[in-house]
């Protein structure tokens, strides 16, 4: 199904930062920083088509509230690297089991890192 959906509101609920315990050659503390949002979409109206930019302006996401996680890599508590990790859920218990996955994978990389 294709959906043509509008964020109606973003709403951050927490942003927690987490240390790895481990640092790179640099000496800078490897770690991340997780994000957490409620972001709820609803259906493109004819009034959002209508708004000058021809209606091309949407996302294909099925309408609803959506539990949002945004990760960011760390060094020194600074953000490092890309940042294009955005994972969305439709409960608050799928994302923070996301979130432990994440982390779990994150720590291991970090690890392997600092072991270089």
């Known amino acids: 199904?294709?959906?043509?959906?509008?964020?109606?509101?973003?709403?951050?609920?927490?942003?927690?930062?987490?240390?790895?315990?481990?640092?790179?050659v640099k000496g800078r503390a490897i770690g991340a920083t997780v994000t957490l949002c409620t972001v709820t979409y609803s259906d493109l109206t004819d009034a959002d088509k209508n708004n000058g930019t021809g209606g091309y302006s949407y996302y294909r996401i099925e309408p609803?509230?959506?539990?949002?996680?945004?990760?960011?890599?760390t060094r020194a508590g600074v953000p490092f690297g890309p940042a294009f990790n955005r994972a969305m859920f439709?409960?608050?218990?799928?994302?923070?089991?996301?979130?432990?996955?994440?982390?779990?994978?994150?720590?291991?990389?970090?690890?392997?890192?600092?072991a270089k």
């Open 1 to 24: 199904m294709s959906y043509q959906t509008k964020i109606r509101s973003n709403v951050q609920t927490a942003t927690n930062t987490h240390d790895f315990g481990v640092a790179d």
């Open 90 to 114: 439709k409960t608050e218990v799928e994302r923070d089991a996301g979130v432990a996955k994440y982390l779990k994978a994150a720590a291991k990389r970090a690890a392997k890192t600092a």
């Open 64 to 73: 609803g509230v959506w539990f949002v996680a945004e990760y960011q890599a």
